[in-house]
């Protein structure tokens, strides 16, 4: 069974409007999370490392103000798109880190359009 | 900067041959090397993984072949099956503690098997 939840899988908004999304670790504590992002016929990115209790670290050319994380126990991280715009709509994966030599696993994902 | 390469995009096999993906990378930090099967509106599932000490990894029909030299990887398929045909991507981590380093995405490779 899925060890990692994402939800929403699937979200349609207007322009303008901020949407959270959850990843949740369902058989682990997870001290660190990731938040990939994926075009279509293309490679997952990575956009930001989430570490339970401080900052998140974002990649080079992610907008920290616009995509906002948070980390605030060792099960949950969120992700939320702040004013949203069609540019953002894209498939947005996380996952959480395993421990010492354990994959990671990921969530199935959040389709994300903004109309 | 794809420091992470899969050339071909897709590859089409006949069932109960052998399916060969390939993986190209450029950075000689990495030290973990993992293959991943995604379908499409999922996450990523993880399918093996290879350290860069070294060669050869194999679990039931899947083997991970990695030159390090040519910094580059194979992932075999044998025999191949209908259930396989889903988008490959190989992923690379600089740490060995790859469970919770951030990892680096292929662009990947559908793999269709032909009945």
């Known amino acids: 069974g899925a060890v990692v939840s994402q939800h929403p899988s699937w979200v349609i908004c207007k322009s303008g409007t901020s949407v959270k999304i959850e990843c949740r670790s369902l058989d682990f504590q997870a001290t660190t999370m990731f938040w990939y992002r994926q075009f279509p016929k293309q490679s997952l990115m990575l956009m930001a490392t989430s570490n339970e209790g401080s900052k998140a670290t974002y990649e080079q050319g992610v907008e920290k103000d616009k995509f906002l994380i948070n980390h605030a126990s060792l099960t949950l991280s969120t992700l939320t798109v702040t004013s949203a715009h069609p540019e953002d709509s894209s498939f947005y994966i996380c996952?959480?880190?395993?421990?010492?030599?354990?994959?990671?696993?990921f969530g199935d994902g959040t389709r994300l359009s903004i109309l | 900067d794809q420091q992470v390469k899969q050339n071909s995009p897709s590859l089409s096999v006949q069932e109960g041959r052998i399916s060969i993906l390939n993986c190209d990378y450029t950075n000689s930090m990495f030290d973990y090397f993992l293959w991943y099967k995604k379908y499409p509106a999922e996450g990523p599932t993880f399918l093996i993984s290879i350290s860069s000490i070294k060669d050869k990894n194999e679990d039931g029909r899947f083997t991970v072949f990695l030159n390090k030299s040519a910094k580059h990887l194979s992932l075999h398929i044998v025999p191949s099956q209908p259930g396989d045909s889903a988008v490959y991507f190989c992923a690379a981590s600089a740490g060995t503690n790859f469970g919770n380093e951030k990892l680096t995405f292929g662009t990947g490779t559908r793999l269709t098997i032909i009945p």
């Open positions: 996952s959480a880190g395993a421990p010492q030599n354990q994959p990671q696993h």
